[in-house]
């Protein structure tokens, strides 16, 4: 079984049918079914931030969202946060002072290297300066 990595863009276009990137996330949410995501406990802290302004509807529905990841869903990995992941994560934020990578795309970055994954469901074009592969693009006709 093949991992791949989730960012918070992938689970917010998920989420929200407003986001411009919606309908390819669930269009390659489909095509993963046999993959393993993986996510860490950061990447959803900034999923439950970005949705904190939203309507208190919103908010229970993401919430439940979230606490579903981490309890029910098979074939989602949750990484806990830890100060080791904090470290790595800070070790490459400041390796990269040109780059405007967030402190928890750095962690995720990290933890892809360590565990040897090359894809991400993502649309933050920081993961391919890093030299991963983005899955989450828009499809033109």
């Known amino acids: 079984m093949r ?8 689970w917010i276009a998920l989420i929200d049918p407003r986001d411009q990137w919606h309908t ?3 269009a390659i949410g489909k095509t993963v ?3 393993i995501l993986l996510t860490t406990d950061e990447v959803l802290t900034e999923v439950l931030a970005f949705f904190s302004a939203f309507d208190p509807r919103m908010r229970k529905y993401v919430s439940e969202f979230v606490l ?3 309890t029910n869903r098979t074939y989602v990995e949750v990484v806990e946060q830890s100060r080791k992941s904090f470290l ?3 070790s490459l934020y400041e390796a990269r002072p040109d780059k405007s990578y967030s402190l928890v795309d750095c962690v995720s ?6 565990e040897g994954l090359r894809d991400v469901l993502t649309s933050d074009s920081h993961f391919a300066q890093e030299g991963f592969s983005i899955l989450l693009e828009q499809q033109f006709p």
């Open 24 to 26: 390819e996330a669930v």
């Open 109 to 114: 970055m990290q933890l892809m290297k360590a």
């Open 33 to 35: 079914t046999n993959d």
């Open 68 to 70: 579903d990841l981490i």
């Open 3 to 10: 991992s791949t990595f989730a960012d918070t863009s992938y």
């Open 88 to 90: 790595a994560g800070l």
